[in-house]
């Protein structure tokens, strides 16, 4: 059994850890600013909720799942207790080179699961130090694995990744809404229409998928001359609407690049 220890039980590293106590060959150990939260993830997980101290001792694999404001309050710790781990990055905007200085290896993934880890469907990029070893890498990435798939990126096109999945899931489910009100302006109740618009969003990803035909050439199918279809796609180009989502992408995306300024300025 691997001992597996996450610092920080908020949404992100609670949903990782229980997907991982499922797996009998990880005991995790857990550490929280706030200890009941910990303890009632540890209960919930059958973990060990702990010290910082305790929790450095037994784990060689430690999780950063911690807000990027509060990593530095930590590094003097995970420095001077640290020696030899390998780290497991959440922290949003906070670089490999940034997380290299402070805990002082190059043994670094950063990994950015959007929220739909919590149901084991996340969409999870992986950016490792390029010193990091590989069977470490490939650990990770089974890791990331058990809460959903796995890309690994540059950590040059983070931010894109952001913009792209980790944010657009919000985008989404602005559009299954905004979708599901236009069927309650045409006399459908809210739920049905949510179900409808959720249930063909999955049949047009499988389409996708299972097809390997691109987006335009499906939905110029799907436009016969002169019907309902084409009416539609009229009122989404006069609105706008592709170059909105683009401009939406580039918006999180420069965000995330602003964070990540950010957070070397305060290291």
């Keep these: 059994m691997k001992n597996i220890g996450f610092i920080g039980c908020g949404v992100m590293g609670g949903a990782i850890a229980k997907a991982l106590s499922k797996d009998a060959r990880f005991h995790i150990y857990l ?4 200890p009941e939260q910990a303890e009632a993830l540890a209960h919930e997980t059958s973990a060990t909720s702990c010290s910082l101290e305790v929790l450095l001792e037994n784990c060689a694999l430690i999780v950063l799942a911690v807000k990027p ?11 001077r207790l ?7 990055s959440l922290a949003a905007g906070v670089a490999l080179e940034t997380l290299e200085k402070q805990l002082g290896t190059t043994q670094i993934v950063r990994i950015m699961p959007n929220i739909a880890a919590q149901v084991g ?7 490792a130090h390029p010193q990091a070893d590989s069977d470490f890498i490939e650990e990770v990435a089974a890791i990331s694995r058990q809460f959903g798939t796995s890309y690994s990126i540059p950590e040059s096109q ?35 229409a949510l179900a409808l618009i959720r ?30 279809t084409i009416e539609a796609m009229k009122v989404l180009a006069e ?9 939406s ?6 965000k995330a690049k602003a964070l990540e300024m950010a957070a070397k300025n305060r290291s």
């Design 199 to 228: 249930d063909t969003t999955e049949s047009a990803t499988a389409l996708m998928r299972e097809t390997g035909r691109n987006p335009i050439e499906l939905m110029t199918n799907v436009c016969s001359a002169g019907g309902t």
């Design 158 to 192: 983070l931010a894109a990744f952001i913009g792209v999945s980790g944010s657009a899931i919000a985008t989404c489910f602005s559009f299954f809404h905004g979708i599901a009100m236009g069927g309650v302006d045409e006399g459908l109740p809210y739920q049905t």
């Design 69 to 79: 404001q509060v990593l530095p309050s930590l590094y003097s710790s995970l420095r």
């Design 121 to 127: 469907k996340a969409v999870t990029a992986l950016s």
């Design 239 to 247: 609105g706008a609407f592709e170059a909105t989502l683009m401009e």
């Design 249 to 254: 992408v580039t918006a999180s995306s420069e």
């Design 31 to 34: 550490n929280d600013s706030r």
């Design 82 to 88: 640290g020696d030899g781990k390998r780290w497991i």
